[in-house]
């Protein structure tokens, strides 16, 4: 299988029709919000007061919708996966309670192609340095392989890594929280090519704000995201692009949606164009309120891992 990482700036040599197949990921897990907070700012999104039980009704629906449209959800209990074991050398834990974004399971790893196994994220900032620790603990607890990026680049799993639905082929997104060169190690760890597209915009922190693979052909994303070589690699290997438009991607976080069955989007509600949009192309959104997610800097997508 190849293995390269297609890095913007070198020619691009794949088709859209000749991409390999990959074994579906159908688990999508969550990680219960018990210590969702914001009280810090690595994103120019989060502020404002967390109503705690609205965070925690507005993810109990969010979760109840993922168990309507997916194969099978599981949740991570963070204090199940909260105490490193005696094998571990317990340096640098930091307590569930410390870590306000565990909640984003997105940013924890991604999934390897066959999904058997879970390559963990290295967090760009030090406010979540400790997050993928808890989520080592539960992986290894169900089951995946668990594998460590080499190296020391930032890595911030599936918030930049994105796999083409039903493709042997991970779209990289970097230059705000992941580096560039965690992809030539993750290549061969999720064993496929990696496509990278570059991010410069603070309010397009992670690919998974900008850019949602609902199918293998369609993608929504956000144009003004993008440099005019990442827009043209989407478009090549996509056969549909609809567009976001700007003020429904930062005012409503429209684009950090999730579509898990082919038809039905879950994405953030209060984003009308989007939807309609949406519906133009075939799909159905099945809005969902993250009003206090969103406060964070999070929506639907970033409170999911889609794994094997
Ligand atoms: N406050 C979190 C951060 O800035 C939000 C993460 C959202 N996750 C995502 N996949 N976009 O890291």
């Known amino acids: 299988i190849e293995r390269t990482v297609?890095?913007?700036?070198?020619?691009?040599?794949?088709?859209r029709t000749a991409l390999p197949a990959r074994p579906d990921h159908d688990t999508v897990l969550l990680v219960a919000p018990t210590y969702f907070d914001v009280r810090y700012r690595i994103n120019p999104y989060m502020g404002g007061r967390v109503n705690g039980a609205r965070a925690r009704s507005e993810w109990d629906r969010v979760r109840q919708?993922?168990?309507?449209y997916a194969e099978r959800v599981v949740v991570m209990d963070p204090d199940r996966y909260g105490t490193p074991d005696p094998s571990e050398s317990g340096r640098g834990h930091v307590a569930p309670a410390s870590l306000p974004d565990l909640?984003?399971?997105a940013n924890l790893g991604v999934p390897t192609a066959d999904g058997d196994g879970v390559v963990?994220?290295?967090m760009a900032t030090a406010e979540r340095a400790g997050e993928p620790a808890h989520f080592a603990r539960w992986c290894r607890?169900?089951?995946?392989?668990v594998f460590d990026l080499p190296g020391d680049a930032a890595f911030e799993g599936t918030g930049d890594a994105i796999w083409h639905p039903g493709r042997r082929l991970l779209w990289g997104g970097y230059g705000v929280r992941t580096e560039r060169a965690a992809y030539d190690g993750l290549a061969d760890l999720v064993d496929a090519p990696v496509v990278t597209l570059e991010l410069t915009d603070e309010h397009f922190y992670h690919l998974d704000v900008c850019f949602?693979?609902?199918?293998e052909e369609t993608a929504l994303v956000v144009p003004e995201a993008f440099t005019d070589e990442g827009r043209a690699r989407i478009d090549a290997l996509f056969e549909t692009v609809v567009e976001v438009p700007l003020d429904e991607a930062t005012g409503g976080l429209a684009c950090n949606c999730h579509c898990v069955d082919g038809e039905h989007v879950l994405l953030s509600s209060g984003n009308p164009e989007t939807e309609r949009r949406l519906r133009d192309a075939g799909f159905t959104p099945v809005p969902v309120d993250t009003t206090e997610f969103q406060k964070a800097g999070g929506s639907v997508c970033c409170l999911s891992l889609l794994l094997g």
Request: glycine residues 4%.
């Open 65 to 68: 919708t993922y168990e309507r």
């Open 141 to 145: 607890a169900v089951g995946y392989d």
């Open 103 to 105: 909640v984003f399971a």
């Open 120 to 122: 963990l994220a290295r």
């Open 6 to 15: 297609y890095h913007d700036r070198t020619p691009l040599p794949l088709e």
């Open 212 to 215: 949602a693979p609902l199918t």
